[in-house]
């Protein structure tokens, strides 16, 4: 084989095309998926080295379970992940294949400094939980960017029509040998995708809550930093402002949909307020109880609402259909 066609055939197996008639994410539903995935993956790395630290108390204040230390490195990381995400889409024919690929290897390649660490002969457990640090990231980022950003589709051509008369006397659209009462809305499978990924941090944001009341006193006085359980405190107050950000940008995102995901906009919308006032409330030592009972409240409602468009798409007797 020639060396020339080298780079045509790698190209060809990467579904590298260089074409600019691919369609793209929004700007805005990339910004939603950027603080999205910067936000879970610093609450999956507190969460890892809190799993791990409990597992092996010898890990408890090494040095890179330092939240300074294995933030910094988990937000470049991402930025630069979710800042690629449109670049491959605009040069693949397969994007969400490409940036799976790229994934892999870019998750190989920083697996390298913590191998060197076990060179060094640092404690392989504490290691062993860095190296679960860098897939828990890549696993979360992907998701986050396909599901929440994903690409817009191209608009299809619509085809030819015939009118036939209503009972009414009005001319009702025929396509094909079905009469279109009304248009279909484009929004509905991003809007699902979108549904199902903050029904997903809710939960998580929830879990989140539960693991804070172990490590965080009740009792503590009025202040907005605890004492003890200062990270996950912290992490479970950050992944509030995504989810917020998210409620708000699926709100907007369906206000000319279907009845049901307006109802799970504003459901789910009300929950994430009711959860984040409960938040503020836990402030204050006299309004604790009164906040945690929110904060409970709170993420049942959101979670009910974000999960409507997916129930009711599975009640409605129809066979499913994919999204894309």
């Known amino acids: 084989m020639p060396l020339a066609n080298l780079p045509d055939r790698a190209m060809k197996a990467a579904d590298i095309d260089w074409s600019d008639r691919h369609p793209h994410p929004s700007a805005a539903a990339l910004a939603v998926a950027t603080m999205l995935s910067v936000a879970s993956s610093l609450a999956a790395d507190s969460l890892l080295v809190i799993i791990g630290t409990r597992v092996s108390p010898s890990t408890t204040g090494y040095v890179h379970f330092r939240f300074s230390d294995y933030a910094t490195l988990t937000i470049v990381g991402v930025l630069i992940a979710c800042m690629a995400w449109p670049i491959v889409t605009r040069i693949s024919s397969a994007p969400r294949q490409l940036l799976f690929r790229l994934a892999v290897a870019v998750t190989l390649i920083l697996l390298l400094p913590d191998l060197y660490l076990l060179i060094r002969h640092q404690p392989i457990r504490a290691v062993g939980v860095l190296m679960a640090m860098h897939l828990a990231i890549a696993i979360v980022t992907y998701n986050i960017l396909v599901w929440v950003a994903p690409v817009r589709e191209a608009s299809a051509p619509v085809p030819n029509s015939v009118e036939l008369p209503s009972e009414q006397g009005e001319s009702a659209p025929v396509i094909g040998d079905e009469i279109a009462t009304e248009p279909a809305s484009g929004t509905e499978p991003s809007g699902r995708r979108l549904a199902t990924v903050l029904a997903i941090l809710v939960g998580v944001e929830f879990v989140l809550g539960i693991v804070a009341l172990l490590f965080v006193p009740t009792g503590r006085p009025t202040g907005w930093l605890p004492n003890n359980g200062t990270t996950i405190y912290l992490v479970h107050a950050i992944l509030g402002l995504p989810l917020t950000l998210g409620a708000l940008t699926f709100l907007a995102r369906v206000r000319e949909s279907t009845h049901i995901y307006v109802l799970s ?30 904060m409970l409240v709170g993420p049942i409602v959101a979670g009910f609402g974000y999960m409507l468009p997916t129930l009711d798409r599975l009640s409605d007797g129809t066979p499913p259909r994919g999204d894309g």
Not at 271 to 292: D, E, K
């Open 265 to 294: 906009g504003w459901i789910g919308c009300a929950g994430v307020a009711i959860a984040g006032s409960g938040g503020l409330l836990t402030v204050a030592h006299p309004l604790r109880l009164v906040g945690l009972v929110f």
